[in-house]
T-cell receptor, first 117, second 113 residues
Framework: DGGITQSPKYLFRKEGQNVTLSCEQN?????MYWYRQDPGQGLRLIYY???????QKGDIAEGYSVSREKKESFPLTVTSAQKNPTAFYLC????????????????FGAGSRLTVL | KQEVTQIPAALSVPEGENLVLNCSFT??????LQWFRQDPGKGLTSLLL?????REQTSGRLNASLDKSSGRSTLYIAASQPGDSATYLC????????????FGGGTRVLVKP
């Protein structure tokens, strides 16, 4: 079955450590996204990529980094510069990232919960 | 800057009652609006997508309307069931700002048997 796989599901990090969250999709989608969700709040965009080897900052990119070396993969690194990294992280993809057609309907992974100890 | 608001933040209804969930947005220059469902600790599942030129979309017991000029969308769920208990989020795709999605904070729904 096609879909998006995020790993790990749960992750604990000590202060000062960098951690990387994995996101893999087998939907052949061009666009991929990383969102952060805090309790009782909507999703906020961290980074997005509309094509391989290209990505753009979202609304809250500070303290995060990404790469898009393969179409299927869009890993997110939470660096020690992120002051409040405890949150639920969601990866998503869409056929395209532009335009008004239904091709930009998002499909989401199951999420990764990061807790800083 | 686009702002998306969902009121109320939480809603509890008895089984069988119709659900009405509201979403409002400040900038009407949108491509489309999407409704999602999120179960606790899980990702989001897309329910309905309404293009900016459409007035409503229907899927089974779900009906979503869009009034772009007033910046409002409403999701109706007919004859609610306990399995409808979840958080419902709306998101708008803006024409400006790099074609990004802006999400509301969600409405947490509890359907009591």
């Amino acid at each position: 079955d096609g879909g998006i796989t995020q790993s790990p599901k749960y992750l604990f990090r000590k202060e000062g450590q960098n951690v990387t969250l994995s996101c893999e999709q087998n939907l052949n989608h061009d666009a991929m996204y990383w969102y952060r969700q805090d309790p009782g709040q909507g999703l906020r965009l961290i980074y997005y990529s509309q094509i391989v080897n290209d990505f753009q900052k979202g609304d809250i990119a500070e303290g995060y980094s990404v790469s898009r070396e393969k179409k299927e993969s869009f890993p997110l690194t939470v660096t020690s510069a992120q002051k409040n990294p405890t949150a639920f992280y969601l990866c998503a993809s869409s056929i395209t990232g532009t335009g008004s057609s239904g091709a930009n309907v998002l499909t989401f992974g199951a999420g990764s919960r990061l807790t800083v100890l | 800057k686009q702002e998306v608001t969902q009121i109320p933040a939480a809603l509890s209804v008895p089984e069988g009652e119709n659900l009405v969930l509201n979403c409002s947005f400040t900038d009407s220059a949108i491509y489309n609006l999407q409704w999602f469902r999120q179960d606790p600790g899980k990702g989001l599942t897309s329910l309905l997508l309404i293009q900016s030129s459409q007035r409503e979309q229907t899927s089974g017991r779900l009906n979503a309307s869009l009034d772009k000029s007033s910046g409002r969308s409403t999701l109706y769920i007919a004859a609610s069931q306990p399995g409808d208990s979840a958080t419902y989020l709306c998101a708008v795709r803006q024409i400006a700002a790099g074609n990004k999605l802006t999400f509301g904070g969600g409405t947490r729904v509890l359907v009591k048997p």
